[in-house]
């Protein structure tokens, strides 16, 4: 018995040994290795991973987070532009000739728990994390060889950001971990000097910017590298066609890194991974190019900041709106929060986050690993978003109408865009509503009859309702299938 048990068990391991081989080799590395130009670049499929995860929380957190003014342009805009506000607060604040660099030591993070960050981020429903591993001012989240002094262990928490983070989220298992990484730096002499001579040399990129992206990548595995402060020169500069075609080809990671667009002054919105094209990109109309909403809570500004009023956050309402248009039109959407310098993800974060997540649990269906739908929004009823479901075997498929204004006046709902879409057998239901809907064809809609508020609301249903229609497939035009 037992000698049969383990001939069975060498045959099943050897068995899904051989299929895990063949799986990588006809993925990447072994059969195509991707070269350093776009084109080659370009030809890579994202990682199907990211397109299914829809949602990741973005986290900017460093020294800009102890003035905890403005913006985490703080150092930038008080010393490079000049703006009165900041040269007032300091002038009020800190004794004369105070530096940026002073800030560190007090960016302590001693309430820093990268536990109850994942906890909170895992509750909100998103499915990766990405932290800034080293924002313009050059501070290394992470102890870097190439950055010496200026790094969160040698000053400031004494502690290594990064690992804690990656480990706390790799020890919870639902979310994948990224890093956000500026290429230039303000005040690096390195690149100072570079950018004097026009970016005819790249000492700054040879000596700096490839050891410590390879350094971050070889020491955290991150799966996502989402790149920033690449605009004042061109990817030439930066050796972007060069590090990129090494993360896909021999990387720790190769097999599922996703990066993005953000790699010298012409790949914006044009090469790359994802298109992130500009801050809070939310372009209302389907893309042809798998594209991300990076955007913040705090509508102006990505770091911590005291001064932020109320009325600066989203509200939740607003979130969840955001979060639909972006997925109806193929998006992702990266939704940034701001710790405090003690390492505390402020109260009107957490409710916004729990508020998505609480939403997502019931109509997370119509979100994640969806596809867009035929139409965006509908036609003539505003604020109605459509997404589908993945193809199925079935011959039929969901199609989610969500809508975000109750409509209290007529309590039905038209939408246009399903008209001749429908057939006897559609059902309509509305999701965390046990009933089934009624509904009618009228005047080339379909017009659904909603539930009762009041029977919504008892169910803890708001913020936006998810229709799920049930169309034949045959309705849908091949390129959507
Ligand atoms: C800001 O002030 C610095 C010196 O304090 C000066 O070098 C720089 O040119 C000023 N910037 C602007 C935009 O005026
Ligand atoms: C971090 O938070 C987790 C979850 O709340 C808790 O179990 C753990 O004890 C905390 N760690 C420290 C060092 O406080
Ligand atoms: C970086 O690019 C320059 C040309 O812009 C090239 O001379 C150099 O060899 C590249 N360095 C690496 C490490 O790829
Ligand atoms: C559909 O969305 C776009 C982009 O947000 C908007 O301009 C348009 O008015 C919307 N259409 C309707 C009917 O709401
Ligand atoms: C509706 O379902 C019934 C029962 O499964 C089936 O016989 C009929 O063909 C279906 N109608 C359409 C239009 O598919
Ligand atoms: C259908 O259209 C007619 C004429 O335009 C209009 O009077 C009627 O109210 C419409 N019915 C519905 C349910 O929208």
């Known amino acids: 018995m037992k000698g049969i048990a383990s001939i069975l068990l060498l045959i099943a391991i050897t068995f899904a040994n051989s299929l895990q081989i063949v799986d990588k080799s006809s993925i990447s590395n072994e059969i195509y290795r991707f070269e350093p130009n776009w084109d080659s670049l370009d030809s890579r499929e994202l990682p199907k991973w990211y397109d299914e995860a829809k949602i990741g929380i973005f986290i900017h957190w460093g020294v800009y987070s ?6 985490e342009w703080f150092w930038s805009n008080w010393r490079t532009t000049n703006v009165t506000e900041y040269i007032d607060y300091m002038k009020v604040n800190y004794k004369p000739g105070f530096t940026y660099q002073e800030f560190a030591r007090d960016f302590t993070g001693e309430h820093f728990n990268a536990t109850e960050w994942v906890n909170l981020f895992v509750q909100s429903g998103a499915k ?8 313009h001012d050059g501070y290394t989240l992470w102890p870097s060889k190439y950055s010496f002094s200026w790094n969160s262990v040698d ?4 502690r290594d950001v990064i690992r804690e983070l990656a480990e706390a989220v790799r020890s919870d298992n639902h979310l994948r971990f990224g890093l956000y990484h500026s290429l230039f730096e303000w005040y690096n002499p390195m690149y100072i000097s ?12 040879e000596k700096k910017i490839l050891p410590e992206l390879k350094e971050l990548v070889m020491n955290y595995k991150p799966e996502v590298i989402w790149s920033d402060g690449e605009w004042e020169a061109s990817y030439e500069y930066w050796n972007a066609t060069e590090f990129l075609s090494w993360l896909y080809n021999d990387s720790p990671v190769a097999d599922t890194v996703v990066s993005n667009d953000r790699w010298g002054h012409e790949t914006l919105c044009h090469h790359g ?41 989203l509200t939740s309402q607003e979130l969840i709106r955001e979060l639909v248009a972006t997925v109806s039109c ?19 974060f957490v409710e916004r986050l729990r508020d998505m997540g609480k939403w997502l649990r019931v109509n997370g269906e119509a979100i994640y690993e969806s596809k867009p739908w035929i139409y965006q929004n509908d036609t003539i009823t505003p604020n ?27 309590e039905n709902v038209e939408l246009f865009s399903l008209f001749g879409r429908t057939d006897e057998n559609t059902t309509i239901s509305l999701l965390g509503y046990p009933h089934i809907l009624q509904w009618s064809v009228v005047n080339n809609s379909v017009l659904v009859k909603f539930p009762n508020k009041a029977q919504l609301d008892k169910r803890g249903l708001n913020l936006a309702w998810t229709l799920k229609i049930d169309v034949p497939v045959e309705q849908i035009p091949d390129n959507f299938v």
Request: hydrophobic share 35%; glycine share 8%; net charge neutral.
């Open 66 to 71: 102890v003035p905890s003014f403005g913006s």
């Open 128 to 135: 990766y994390v990405v932290l800034t591993s080293k924002h």
């Open 330 to 348: 193929g998006g992702n959407i990266l939704i940034n929060v701001g710790p405090d310098r003690s390492g505390i993800i402020q109260p009107i």
């Open 384 to 410: 109605v978003w459509y997404t589908s479901s993945s193809t199925s075997q079935t011959q039929r498929r969901n199609v989610y109408a969500i809508v975000l204004d109750y409509p209290f006046d007529s």
């Open 273 to 313: 991974g994802f298109f992130t094209c500009v801050d809070r990109y939310n372009p209302g109309v389907l893309q042809p190019h798998k594209w991300e909403n990076a955007m913040t809570l705090d509508k102006l500004s990505w770091g911590h900041r005291n001064n932020a009023k109320l009325d600066d956050f």
């Open 155 to 158: 000053v400031g928490l004494h």
């Open 194 to 205: 570079d950018k004097a001579s026009e970016f005819s040399q790249n000492e700054f990129v």
